[in-house]
């Protein structure tokens, strides 16, 4: 797919790897709604994206929503014609021990906090693509790609016990959805981003931040346009379906501990 031809949802757009993969595309030419839950983040990249040789266009968005996702999927749908990209980026994280026994007391993580990860991670991208994907089928589109946003935490990760879960789930149905749509002309491909500077990792300190570069082999820290460059592969590689690919700088979740 040509990236002229572009017209993406793309969501969690409020910043991070969402809002540099919306303003990638909006660099090429493409058309794209933005969505997310931050309004002020919404406001800043439509600021962000004046002048650019395509448009991007914003709207509040609550993935975990089936209410809002219909809605965010029909403005996109009548102000783009008819989306042919869904960028499946939005992701929380909420790290916790599944259990701990600081000061002689044991801790377990709790319920809620497992909930809600799942609900966003992977909840949110199977509302996203089932509503993409049926438009998509309805509306006679046959040349369209999903995107979705893994981790190399899918592996494991100590802390992570929600988080890899989700990511792990995700990739299960990248897989699962390729197969299931292709025979509509609909490619699924994954992007599993390791290490990434983005505002997740503002709370670091220099110390922490050294071990992390120094446990990747290629010595930095992956940069959002690093991860956006596989994304853009997917969408334009056309034989591509199914897969999900490692971003990481040679790095493993193992290595990192």
């Known amino acids: 797919m040509e990236l002229t031809a572009v017209r993406a949802i793309v969501t969690g757009a ?3 790897l969402g809002g540099s993969f919306a303003l990638a595309l909006a ?4 058309r794209v709604a933005a ?3 931050n309004a002020a983040g919404l406001r800043q990249l439509a600021a962000d994206a004046e002048g650019l040789a395509g448009e991007v266009l914003v709207s509040k968005l609550d993935i975990t929503d089936e209410v ?4 965010f999927a029909a403005l996109a749908a009548e102000r783009l014609g008819g989306a042919n990209v869904l960028i499946n980026s939005a992701g929380i994280a ?9 000061a002689g007391a044991i801790q377990t993580l709790p319920l809620a906090q497992w909930r809600k990860v799942l ?4 909840t949110g991208q199977f509302l996203m693509i089932r509503e993409f994907a049926a438009r998509a089928v309805a509306a006679g589109i046959r040349d369209a790609v999903v ?3 893994s981790s190399i935490a899918r ?3 100590p802390g992570q016990s929600s988080y890899a879960a989700s990511k792990a789930g995700v990739d299960a149905c990248t897989r699962t959805w390729a197969l299931e749509l292709a025979r509509h002309g609909i490619r699924v491909g994954g992007v599993a981003p390791g290490v990434t500077d983005t505002g997740f990792l503002a709370g670091f300190s220099e110390q922490a931040l050294a071990r992390l570069r120094a446990a990747i082999p290629l010595g930095r820290l992956g940069r959002p346009e690093d991860v956006w460059e596989a994304v853009q592969f997917i969408l334009e590689c056309d034989f591509f379906t199914g897969r999900t690919v490692e971003v990481d700088g040679g790095a493993t979740m193992g290595i990192l501990q």
């Not at 809002?68 to 809605?71: G, R």
């Not at 909420?94 to 600081?102: E, H, P, V, W």
């Not at 609900?119 to 992977?122: D, H, I, P």
């Open 14 to 16: 409020a910043g991070g």
């Open 27 to 30: 660099r090429a030419g493409a």
């Open 35 to 37: 969505g997310d839950t």
């Open 68 to 71: 809002s996702v219909a809605a």
């Open 94 to 102: 909420r790290d916790g021990l599944l259990l701990s026994d600081a």
């Open 119 to 122: 609900e966003v991670n992977l």
């Open 147 to 149: 995107v979705n946003l």
């Open 155 to 157: 592996a494991g990760n």
